[in-house]
Structures are given as structure tokens and as C-alpha cells.
């Protein structure tokens, strides 16, 4: 009985090499039909559409355009934020509609939702809600004292959502 090791002349390609190739005749196929974006309205959260739209496009997925009224930094019991008034609910509806007519071709299927409370939490829950398949989020690159005391909603995203997370960093080589 002979036994071959990967040392052996037999067999030339390092071991990831070999197990990839096991595997390539089953080439592993991409679902995405629903993407959230949340967006704060500022050009880097904006950025994230450079992301969403061709992979929406592609995939034939629906964008869902997220904005979260955070919950009030002052606020020392955050199990009752400040409803949003109709008025302020009316003005970021209208935002959302025309960064969708602005930034987003008509052709793919988007949907906009305004949630309140603390952000990471608001996007986890609206992810699970729309069984999105892919977060484009971004990071605003606090460091310091700002990471500190703001957090990371990007770092909470990346680990505790159920789904992808794509980080889109502002200072980063783009590949789109």
C-alpha cells in the first residue's frame, strides 16, 4: 500500500491548492436580493450607494435605504426616546425619496425605512425584519476619544449581524 504526504513527488500543489481544486467542479453561486443601506445623509454614507447600486443591479436585488434618529446623547433612560414628531418624519421621508431619485436608477426596486434608537441596534433589527442578504455600511473612522465614547456602529455591525457586512472606509482604494 503506498502512502503519499505532501512531500511527496507525486503531488506538486501546496495543500490549499488541493483542497480548492477538490471543490471546483460545485462553484459556490451568489444569491443577494436584499441589500440595506443605512445612510445618515452625509457624502460618506452616501458612498455606500458607489456599492449597493451595481451589486442591486447585477443580482437583481432590492436596496432597502435605511436612516436612524439616533437616540439623544443626553438622554440618561434610552428605553423611551423622544418620539419623532410627523413634521420631522415627513422632512427625512422627503430626503430619503430624493436621494433615491437622485442617486439610484429607477429600474431597480427600493424601499426606505425611518427607524429611532440606538443605531446599531435599529440596523440589526431592520436586517432580520427584511432578511437582507448584504449591509453596505461606512465607517466615519472615529478613533480615540470619539471611538470611545461614540462607539463603532461598523464594528457592532461587522459582529453581531447574521449577514455580510461590507465596510466601505473613507480613505480606502474604491473598487468600484
Known amino acids: 500500500m503506498k502512502t503519499e504526504t505532501l512531500d511527496s513527488p507525486e503531488t506538486t500543489a501546496p495543500p ?32 455606500s450607494l458607489q456599492y449597493a447600486v451595481p451589486l442591486a443591479r447585477q443580482f437583481g436585488a432590492k436596496i432597502t435605504l ?21 413634521k420631522g418624519l415627513g422632512m427625512i421621508e422627503e430626503k430619503m425619496e430624493a436621494l433615491r431619485a437622485e442617486r439610484i436608477p429607477e429600474e431597480l426596486v ?3 425605512i425611518v427607524r429611532q434608537g440606538r443605531t446599531f441596534d435599529a440596523i440589526l433589527d431592520a436586517a432580520r425584519e427584511i432578511e437582507a ?8 473612522g472615529f478613533t480615540g476619544l470619539d471611538r470611545a465614547l461614540l462607539g463603532s ?20 482604494r474604491d473598487f468600484v
Open 16 to 47: 490549499a491548492v488541493l483542497r480548492a481544486d477538490a471543490g471546483a467542479e460545485a462553484a459556490a453561486v451568489i444569491h443577494l436580493k436584499s441589500i440595506l443601506v443605512p445612510v445618515d445623509f452625509s457624502e460618506m454614507s452616501l458612498k
Open 66 to 86: 435605511m436612516h436612524v434618529v439616533a437616540a439623544s446623547d443626553h438622554l440618561l433612560d434610552f428605553s423611551y426616546p423622544v418620539p419623532l414628531e410627523e
Open 110 to 112: 427600493v424601499q426606505s
Open 133 to 140: 442578504d448584504l449591509i453596505i455600511a461606512t465607517t466615519h
Open 153 to 172: 456602529t461598523a464594528e457592532n455591525l461587522v459582529r453581531l449581524a447574521k449577514c455580510p457586512v461590507l465596510v466601505i472606509r473613507e480613505s480606502e
